[in-house]
């Protein structure tokens, strides 16, 4: 069964940056999409950030563009979160996800996603 591990997280500043990471067990990784989404207290997960099976494309929620960057490292198996400039608004568990299905475009939806993590916590906080 394949395996998500999230690390990365931890108690920041406001205006610090972070780089969250997520490693596969798959070996047919560079074969899916991978998203981003994170939870805060008390709200729904929500999208982040998501990148083609071959970095081809990104895609990002439309209150994360500019401070959220994601990119993958396909021979490390590992897909990655830059987050710059973060703010107590930021404070969620952040989760990795795979697409559900092989070399397309990923989607924003949670529901398209077959394989989680066990995210990671990102507190923001002077």
């Known amino acids: 069964q394949v395996q998500l591990a999230e690390t990365g997280g931890g108690l920041v500043q406001p205006g610090d940056s972070l780089r969250l990471s997520c490693l596969s067990s798959s070996r047919a990784f560079s074969a899916y999409g991978m998203g981003w989404f994170r939870q805060a207290p008390g709200k729904e997960r929500e999208f982040v950030a998501a990148i083609s099976w071959n970095s081809s494309s990104t895609n990002y929620a439309d209150s994360m563009k500019g401070r959220f960057t994601i990119s993958r490292d396909n021979a490390k198996n590992t897909v990655f979160l830059q987050i710059s400039s973060l703010k107590p608004e930021d404070t969620a568990v952040y989760y990795c996800?795979?697409?559900?299905?092989?070399?397309?475009?990923?989607?924003?939806?949670?529901?398209?996603?077959?394989?989680w993590g066990q995210g990671t916590q990102v507190i923001v906080s002077s």
């Open positions: 996800a795979a697409d559900r299905l092989r070399l397309r475009e990923p989607p924003n939806l949670a529901k398209g996603y077959g394989t």
